[in-house]
């Protein structure tokens, strides 16, 4: 059975004023979400998430292809087209 753990944090109300307005306004329940969400977006970021080594390693590949005439795939709207077609493609756009 799922039990619930407090976490609790402090805010400064002259240098986060706006943070608390925003977190204010959420409706009943939703603070947990957004927390949750916003905590796991940085995690992924900063624990396993693309690294600038990633980044430089596809540039690397995007780079041979060139050298080699070939072309290096084309972004339209939200899809990757690539014939590697690597998660790490769309992990990089999306990431900007």
Do not use: W
Not at 9 to 22: G, M, P, V, W
């Amino acid at each position: 059975m799922a039990a619930n753990v407090v976490k609790s944090f402090s805010l400064n109300t002259h240098h986060d004023k706006a943070l608390i307005a925003r977190l204010d306004k959420l409706g009943r329940g939703e603070l947990s979400k957004v927390v949750r969400d916003a905590l796991n977006e940085y995690f992924s970021l900063h624990n396993g998430g693309v690294t600038l080594a990633d980044i430089y390693t596809r540039l690397g590949t995007i780079e041979r292809k060139l050298s080699n005439g070939g072309a290096v795939g084309e972004v339209q709207a939200d899809h990757v087209d690539d014939d590697d077609g690597d998660e790490l493609d769309a992990s990089i756009l999306g990431s900007f």
